[in-house]
């Protein structure tokens, strides 16, 4: 069945560092992908998302690119700041949302 | 803006217990969802509903049902709450259609059964 798959935390950085999470998928077809964020006490929001092979989803600084042909959607930030800190989750959907099971980030100043 | 409201965000029952937890979505959407999050498992679906009086099970049924009179309101119970059922419940809402179609969550309930 479908699944994604994103790297396991916690990840500790420090203010300014360069963010990457990992997220891969495994479909019978290509879904919609998203990234969301939980911050601490909240839901989850959606932070950004892409629908379509080669689409880059962008918002408050992070990026993510749809790639078909490693099956990915990595979530990136050039510069992390204290308030980035939060749970992320990676999701893929074709009909249902199917998550990852989280990656919690930590940035200290 | 879309708003998903729960009606509790913190709730303590005892084992045995019938426990309801609201959920009601101010955007007219088709589709609501109920899931529970834990600690290394992340987000599993529970139940889902695509329209009014529609409800299909998600990966986790058992001990939950839900109910779906209204379409802005989807309701989760637990008939016989036991303690492993201690959880957060995340409630959400989308429109139907578009398979990109994003979707909005609740703040959650954190209930915990004694």
């Not at chain 1, 360069?18 to 919609?32: D, E, H, K, M, R």
């Not at chain 1, 989803?57 to 980035?84: C, I, M, P, W």
Request: proline share 3%.
């Amino acid at each position: 069945g479908n699944s994604v798959t994103q790297m396991e935390g916690p990840v500790t950085l420090s203010e300014e560092a360069f963010l990457t999470i990992n997220c891969t998928y495994t479909a019978t077809g290509y879904p919609s992908l998203f990234w969301y964020v939980q911050y601490p006490g909240e839901g989850l929001q959606l932070l950004l998302k892409a629908t379509k092979a080669d689409d880059k989803g962008s918002n408050k600084g992070f990026e993510a690119t749809y790639r078909k042909e490693t099956t990915s959607f990595h979530l990136e930030k050039g510069s992390v700041q204290v308030s980035d800190s939060a749970v992320y989750f990676c999701g893929g959907s074709q009909g249902n949302l199917i998550f990852g099971k989280g990656t919690k980030l930590s940035v200290k100043p | 803006d879309v708003k998903v409201t729960q009606s509790s965000r913190y709730l303590v029952k005892r084992t045995g217990e019938k426990v309801f937890l609201e959920c009601v979505q101010d955007m007219d959407h088709e589709n609501m969802f109920w899931y529970r999050q834990d600690p290394g498992l992340g987000l599993r679906l529970i139940y889902f509903s695509y329209d009014v009086k529609m409800k299909e099970k998600g990966d986790i049924p058992e001990g939950y049902s839900v109910s779906r009179e209204k379409k802005e309101r989807f309701s989760l119970i637990l008939e016989s709450a036991s303690t492993n059922q201690t959880s957060m419940y995340l409630c959400a809402s989308r429109f139907s259609g578009r398979r990109g179609n994003e979707q909005f969550f609740g703040p959650g309930t954190r209930l915990t059964v004694l």
